[in-house]
């Protein structure tokens, strides 16, 4: 009578069988997963530097950050660019808050001295390109930041109020022209400038609005110094045409101002952009 075998085992002495090991592989793929999430929430707000001042050509830069870059603040530095001594502190800090989703990423910024409730800021990826969508409440900006940004806002030496809100404002890029949907005002209150004596010399309105050619419209709401003008941009530059003129009472006043504005024209100066 023969008698049978016994069966081998595969499994080297000591070792576990597959079944055995499983949960430790997955444990150690969950822990790994675990420390890149924790990694990528843990990453610092300084990372965010160079990106906002390669965007914006060096004019926009944050100093003093704190934080991740999910959720952060800084001390944003106005500079008429990379090369450019003129600079200008924003009053208080920045904070944001950034949020993922699955068709985008969602942005809440609050500045100190400017916003009373977050400025809301959808950023999507779109065909060939990104869609930013953006929801600005009422804020009050001054304007003597604008110094910041050089020529010729250090020239001017602009004080006022500047009011700036929008509700459904969408920008993005379509084959090198600019989008845009939606619209925003800027309303520029009780503007004076270091050049005239008369103080102030008006308030104005800036309206921008979308469609298939965006475009500008500036107006004046009152005062001595007289603005209007219409822009469009087209592809990705913006074109404008406006006049500067003074209430002929206030013309002796405003000629330093008027020469600054624009090419004079008799009593008229010509404003032109791009």
């Known amino acids: 009578m023969t ?59 944050l100093q003093e950050v704190n934080g991740t870059i999910w959720r952060g603040s800084a001390v944003v530095v106005l500079r008429g660019g990379s090369d450019s001594a003129d600079s200008a502190r924003l009053p208080g800090r920045v904070d944001w808050v950034v949020r993922l989703g699955l068709t985008g990423a969602g942005v809440a910024l609050n500045a100190d001295c400017c916003t009373r ?49 929008s509700e459904s404002l969408s920008l ?42 965006p475009s500008v419209k500036l107006s004046t709401l009152e005062g001595a110094l007289q603005l209007s ?10 074109r404008f045409s406006g006049v500067a003129s003074a209430q002929p009472e206030q013309e002796a006043v405003l000629q330093n101002l008027l020469n600054i504005i624009g090419r004079r024209q008799g009593a008229r100066s010509l404003i032109s952009i791009g």
């Open 117 to 165: 409730e977050p400025w809301a800021i959808r950023v999507s990826p779109s065909w060939g390109g990104v869609d930013v969508g953006m929801r600005i409440p009422a804020s009050t900006i001054p304007a003597q930041l604008l110094a910041g940004l050089g020529t010729p806002w250090n020239t001017l030496g602009l004080q006022a109020q500047l009011d700036l809100r």
């Open 229 to 238: 003008g219409d822009g469009q941009w087209i592809g990705q530059r913006l």
């Open 3 to 61: 008698r049978s075998k016994p069966t081998r085992s595969l499994t080297p002495p000591g070792a576990k069988s597959g079944l055995e090991a499983r949960p430790w592989v997955a444990a150690a793929v969950g822990l790994a997963a675990g420390c890149m999430i924790s990694l990528v929430a843990l990453l610092p707000a300084r990372l965010a530097v160079e990106p906002v001042r390669s965007v914006t050509q060096g004019r926009v830069n």
């Open 172 to 213: 993005g890029v379509r084959q090198g022209r600019l989008a845009m949907t939606g619209a925003a005002q800027l309303d520029v209150v009780h503007a004076h400038s270091r050049l005239s004596t008369l103080k102030p010399v008006g308030s104005y309105r800036l309206v921008l609005s979308g469609g298939d050619v």
